[in-house]
């Protein structure tokens, strides 16, 4: 079995659940305390044994590769001041730890994830959408490394979510369940609560086989008339293991303005630097 080195960061969106904050930089610089949601991802993957980073941009992202780059002027100015440069070490990185690959129109996640297709060749990948913020101990991505040891082929996170409202995920059909794995009989991109096969939601953490790339060449265009991603998935089951593993663990759908706020909250919360004023503030406007 291959080991997964390489992780696809997905950040061409167009972000328009964010307008205007979004209209002249990319969706995932939005901090959540101090970090914006990029470097969250980052971490995870590193933590997850991941060597490579892959991040897929549009126009107006250039600022996600410059925020891994070494910030010179700012550095200078810092060390001239006498100002330790402690805070920007999350943000190094090993030389050629990252690329970057261009997805010229938005068509869809599906596309977002063949446009990595050359640099990912013939192994095992991870992608993580960095707008899915997840906290957990070890993180999301590292305990689907630790599934993927048992049983490889795809694993997708999952999470149960209100019938009412899978029309806004992908959504599995499950088979037998041993635990928080749970097998994968089909994938339904956002079912109506009336068709949803369960109540088990995609949500943006993957593990999967290069074969997946094959069948996003073919760029059908599914839900929305945008390429899935799920479609694609959907296509390898049957002749792949395929699981999905519930994360123990919380997610913040810090794609949508109310996650945003409340992941803001709960990190904030949890921090020794500014909880105890967060957590007075709420306790005087309760
Ligand atoms: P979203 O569905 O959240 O879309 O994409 P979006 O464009 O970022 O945001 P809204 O809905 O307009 O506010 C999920 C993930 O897939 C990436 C996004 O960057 C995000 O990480 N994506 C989506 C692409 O990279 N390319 C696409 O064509 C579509």
Known sequence: MKSVRKAVFPVAGLGTRFLPATKAFAKE???????????????????????????????????????????????????????????LEPTRSQPGSIASVRQQEPLGLGHAVWCARDIIGDEPFAVLLPDDLMVG????????????DK???????????????????????PGT???????????VEKPRPE????????VGRYILQPEVMRI?????????????????????????????????????????????VIANIALALDRHDVGPAVRAFIADIA
Not at 177 to 187: I, N, S, Y
Not at 195 to 202: E, F, H, K, R
Not at 227 to 243: C, E, S, V
């Open 151 to 173: 049983v490889g082929g795809n694993i997708i996170c999952v999470q149960e979510v209100p019938r009412e409202k899978t029309a806004s995920y992908g959504v599995i059909a």
């Open 29 to 87: 610089l939005l901090p959540i305390v101090d970090r914006p949601l990029i470097q969250y991802a980052v971490d995870e993957a590193r933590e997850a044994g991941i060597k490579q980073m892959i991040f897929v941009t549009g126009r107006g992202k250039v600022g996600l590769e410059d925020y891994f780059d070494i910030a010179f002027e700012l550095e200078t100015v810092m060390r001239g001041r006498g100002k330790s440069l402690e805070m």
């Open 195 to 202: 068709d949803a096969p369960s109540n088990l939601a995609v």
């Open 177 to 187: 369940a041993d635990g928080k794995l749970t097998e994968v009989k089909g994938l």
């Open 216 to 260: 996003l060449e073919d760029k059908e265009t599914g839900a929305g008339g945008e390429i899935q991603l799920t479609d694609a998935m959907a296509k390898l089951i049957g002749t792949q293991p395929f699981h999905g593993l519930t994360f123990d663990g919380q997610r913040h759908d810090c794609g949508d303005k109310t996650g945003f």
């Open 137 to 148: 101990k070890p993180g999301c991505l590292a305990q689907m490394m630790q599934a993927y």
